[in-house]
C-alpha cells in the first residue's frame, strides 16, 4: 500500500519543471495609449497631460499620474514599433520613462510630508518597471541596430528607476 503512494511522488518529483526569471511573462495590462504622437492632434494630448501633472498637488495622486502617463506611452511605443516606425516607439518610451522617473522623487516628498503609498502601490510599481523592461527587451529585438543606443539609455533609466524602488 505504501509503494501506491510513494512511486506517483517520486515521478512527480523527478519531473518538476524548473522556471528561469528570463523565460517568465510578466503579467500586467497597459492602459489604451489612444492618439499616437504621430497624429496631429496628438501635441493637444501631450498639452493636456502636462498641465494635469502640473495641477495635481497631491504627491500620491501625482505619483499614480505619472505611472499612468508611463504606461501609456509605452503601449504607444509598442504600437509605434508595431508599424515599423522604430525611432518614433523609442523617443516615445524614453519620454515615458522619464516619467516613471518622476515617481520615486513624488512619493519621497510624500513621505517627508506625512503620507506614504500603500505596499500595493508600490508592488504596482515594481511590476510595471519589470514590464517596461520586458517590453523594452522585446522592442529592442525587434528594430534595427541604429536604434540600439538610444534603447540601451532607456534600459539605463529603467535600471535606476528599478534602484530607487527598491529603496521605498
Known sequence: MLLVFMIPLSIYFTNVPTAQANQEK???NLPYPGLLPDHPLYI?????????EKLTRDNIK???YCLLISDKRAAMAIQLAKAGKGKLAVETFLKGEKHFFKIPVALKIAKKQGTSPTSEFVTHLKVSNAKHRELLESILKELPQGNTATIMQVLSVN?????????L
Open 44 to 52: 493637444f494630448k501631450a498639452m493636456r497631460d502636462n498641465i494635469i
Open 62 to 64: 501625482k505619483a499614480e
Open 159 to 167: 535600471n535606476e528607476i528599478k534602484k530607487q524602488l527598491d529603496t
Open 26 to 28: 510578466i503579467i500586467y
